[in-house]
């Protein structure tokens, strides 16, 4: 059974810095892209970032670049996204997920395993 299981969420203020974590298990994915993705209330799941396998190709959105960073840690099956300078709009649940390809991957659709989400909210 394939799990993946977030953390590292929470509140925090207009400026400050969150980190999430995402261990996945029940499978070696150390081969595999890992993402981030986000949904706001009222809003569709959106790309956040994304790291291919061996995490030196990243691919960020727009609004994020510059503040979010992906890592991961394959010998630990953990992929971490780590959030400075957090803004009220970035306050939503974060999923992580898997896509069983190599590259990087920027479409849901392409995600073959996801998280069960972890709650990001971020106060002005």
């Known amino acids: 059974q394939v799990q993946l299981v977030e953390s590292g969420g929470g509140l925090v203020q207009a400026g400050g810095s969150l980190r999430l974590s995402c261990a996945a298990s029940g499978r070696t994915f150390s081969n595999y892209a890992m993402g981030w993705f986000r949904q706001a209330p009222g809003k569709e799941r959106e790309f956040v970032a994304a790291?291919?396998?061996?995490?030196?190709?990243?691919y960020y959105t727009d609004s994020v670049k510059g503040r979010f960073t992906v890592s991961r840690d394959n010998a630990k099956n953990t992929v971490f996204l780590q959030m400075n300078s957090l803004k009220p709009e970035d306050t939503a649940v974060y999923y992580c997920a898997v896509s069983l390809r190599t590259g990087v991957v920027v479409t849901p659709e392409r995600y073959e395993y996801w998280g069960q989400g972890t709650q990001v909210t971020v106060s002005s």
């Open positions: 790291s291919n396998w061996g995490g030196g190709r990243t």
